[in-house]
């Protein structure tokens, strides 16, 4: 069973950044394709950024140029590194992964789930 865990959540200013992290365990890291989703309160869970098993990365437009997903296979860790942070960015980011089959944006293609982290972006 694999299990992911986040961590490096927290609050931060307008236009700061932070860093996310997800630690997988229980299955071989780098058979999987990993994603980060995001979902804030009353909304549904958003795909944020997906990272293949080759490294190919993939981002939502309201991210795009502003986020980085990377991945370190010997850590078995799923980055997601964020800058300019907005306010609209405020919600609880999950780690997700899958095989590598399905569409990598969607939230049904990963069987594999974080807890979530909370990222706070205050203006």
């Known amino acids: 069973q694999v299990q992911l865990v986040e961590s490096g959540g927290g609050l931060v200013q307008d236009g700061g950044s932070l860093s996310v992290s997800c630690a997988a365990s229980g299955g071989t890291f780098s058979s999987y394709a990993m994603g980060w989703f995001r979902q804030a309160p009353g909304l549904e869970r958003q795909f944020v950024a997906a990272i293949s098993r080759s490294h190919n990365t993939n981002y939502a437009d309201s991210v795009k140029g502003r986020f980085t997903i990377s991945r370190d296979n010997a850590k078995s860790t799923v980055y997601l590194q964020m800058n300019s942070l907005k306010p609209e960015d405020t919600a609880v980011y999950y780690c997700?992964?899958?095989?590598?089959?399905?569409?990598?944006?969607?939230?049904?293609?990963?069987?594999?789930w974080g807890q979530g982290t909370q990222v706070t972006v205050s203006s």
């Open positions: 997700a992964g899958r095989f590598y089959s399905g569409d990598y944006s969607q939230p049904r293609s990963y069987p594999y």
